[in-house]
């Protein structure tokens, strides 16, 4: 219960801001907006949700090593809730009067980039740790843990449901109440955190060295971390003060390229220097394939906090009965059929497994692809309404989160499993660490996409249609090359199936 309730609320501020980002980002100065364009916007938004996912593998280390794994979730909830209360701070001084500004303050932009950064170094402490205490709960072996896990994942979905509904009507009056909800939301999972926390003895413990050799292990770790941490305070308040100008969109490029490099050169230096036998070298070369197909789902996918958000915003018909609804609304639309179909497609692979038809792994990434093909498929004949200059039904948007989600359902828990199966033995961490990678790549390459496929000028509608096209081609293509590969790769798996 403590842990379902902690993520209940980190999800609810986590998904609450990101309804509100790359909306409050692109919105006029003057309606209380940064005034940004839809490239820099974009770059931002997909800066922020790599780093969030980037972070998650030092801050799983250091909390093994150092901190542990509870004091890491009460820090990282700390850091986070500091973080969505700095982004409302601009709020509190202009008590929503926008309509006579020009230009951005200090204030507006320090406060944003620096509520965004806090977020991301408290969502790297927290989100890997938490899951991880979950994992402890039960013995090895034990039946209930999966059951425990799909308790934990509904407080997730359930925490994303209610967020962008609640933070988009307050900022419906002013942007900062909104991003202060988000805030306020991982304060009352502290408060429950440490209310509860007694559940929790014995569990996530930080680690207790045993002898001179560790305690000087740590101690030597806890100096580099000091160092490392005034470095990157140093890098930050060079920044800031506006030394170094900053492209973000050049720096989003830069880093999907070191992500790129980063991952493939770790996976070829296992392969050809890990000490593997052949068998494990293969699956360590399934890992690496797919993993260019994971980064291209999650490019897809995570669209739906910015292309589809602007989509939403600008050529979505949202009136009912006289009622506009907020445009964060649509972002709920995603949680709510994983509530609804998440417990149907397990069920449908077990009924399958028990019949000798459950599809291999590969066939469900294949499906997985083609799903969200689909789904941006039905997003050009939307995007063909709006370019005509009309507004789009949301429908359309709602179908197309429908298909997004059964392909997430399709993908992503099977990515998980696959990789834990696949990873040989002493390499597990590191190749979940692969896995979370190509989730971080996929997440900047969305925001890149969404700076060109948002239809934020005369010129970029009239094109919109043909860009969603591309990538129906783009992913459905990746979809048909997987499925022509999946026999090399279900021999590469060998006894894994």
């Known amino acids: 219960m403590t842990l379902f309730f902690t993520e209940m609320w980190e999800r609810f501020s986590y998904y609450g801001m990101r309804a509100l980002l790359i909306l409050f980002m692109t919105a006029a100065i003057a309606e209380g907006g940064l005034g940004f364009d839809d490239k820099t916007s974009g770059a931002i938004y997909g800066l922020y949700t790599m780093g969030v996912y980037l972070l998650a593998l030092p801050g799983g280390w250091l909390a093994d090593r150092l901190f542990g794994l509870k004091k890491s979730v009460w820090y990282g909830g700390i850091i986070i809730a500091m973080g969505h209360f700095t982004m409302a701070l601009p709020g509190i001084f202009s008590a929503g009067d926008y309509a006579s500004k020009t230009e951005l303050s200090s204030l507006d932009i320090n406060s944003f980039f620096l509520g965004l950064i806090l977020i991301v170094f408290g969502t790297g402490l927290l989100k890997p740790n938490i ?33 962008p509904i609640a933070c988009s009507t307050l900022a419906e009056y002013d942007w900062h109440l909104g991003f202060g909800l988000a805030g306020f939301g991982m304060v009352l999972g502290l408060i429950q955190y440490k209310l509860t926390g007694s559940s929790l003895d014995g569990y996530g413990e930080p680690p207790i060295p045993v002898d001179e050799t560790e305690k000087s292990q740590q101690s030597r770790l806890k100096k580099s971390v000091s160092w490392i941490g005034m470095v990157v305070l ?170 997004h989600t059964f392909g997430e359902l399709a993908l992503s828990p099977v990515g998980l499993s696959l990789v834990t199966k696949l990873a040989p033995k002493g ?71």
């Open 131 to 163: 899951s991880s205490i979950v994992g402890q709960l039960y013995p090895a072996g034990s039946t209930k843990r999966d059951a425990g896990f799909s308790i934990f994942y509904m407080g997730i979905n359930l925490g994303a449901l209610i967020a």
């Open 234 to 403: 140093g890098i930050l308040a060079i920044l800031f003060t506006g030394v170094v100008p900053i492209n973000a969109a050049a720096i989003a490029s830069l880093s999907g390229t070191i992500i790129a490099l980063v991952a493939f050169g770790y996976l070829g230096y296992v392969i050809l220097f890990g000490g593997l036998n052949k068998s494990d070298r293969n699956k360590v070369g399934v890992i690496a394939i797919l993993f260019l197909f994971s980064a291209m789902f999650w490019s897809g996918f995570e669209q739906a906090g910015s292309t589809l958000n602007l989509f939403a915003e600008r050529f979505t018909d949202r009136t009912v009965l006289g009622f506009e609804i907020p445009t964060g609304y649509f972002q709920s639309i995603n949680s709510m059929f994983i509530i609804i179909f998440a417990p149907i497609f397990g069920g449908m692979w077990v009924w399958l497994g028990r019949k000798n038809l459950e599809p291999s792994s590969p066939l469900k990434f294949t499906f997985g692809l083609f799903l969200l093909g689909l789904g941006f498929l039905v997003m050009y004949f939307a995007a063909k309404i709006a370019a005509s200059g009309e507004l789009a039904a949301p429908t359309w948007l709602i179908m197309t989160y429908m298909l």
């Open 427 to 497: 390499y597990g961490g590191q190749m979940m660490g692969i896995w979370f990678l190509s989730v971080s790549l996929g997440n900047l390459f969305a925001g890149l996409i969404a700076g060109e496929a948002s239809g934020g000028t005369e010129e970029a509608l009239a094109q919109m249609p043909d860009q969603y096209m591309m990538i129906v081609y783009t992913v459905i293509g990746s979809a048909a090359v997987l499925f022509l590969l999946k026999p090399i790769i279900r021999k590469m798996m060998g006894e894994v199936h």
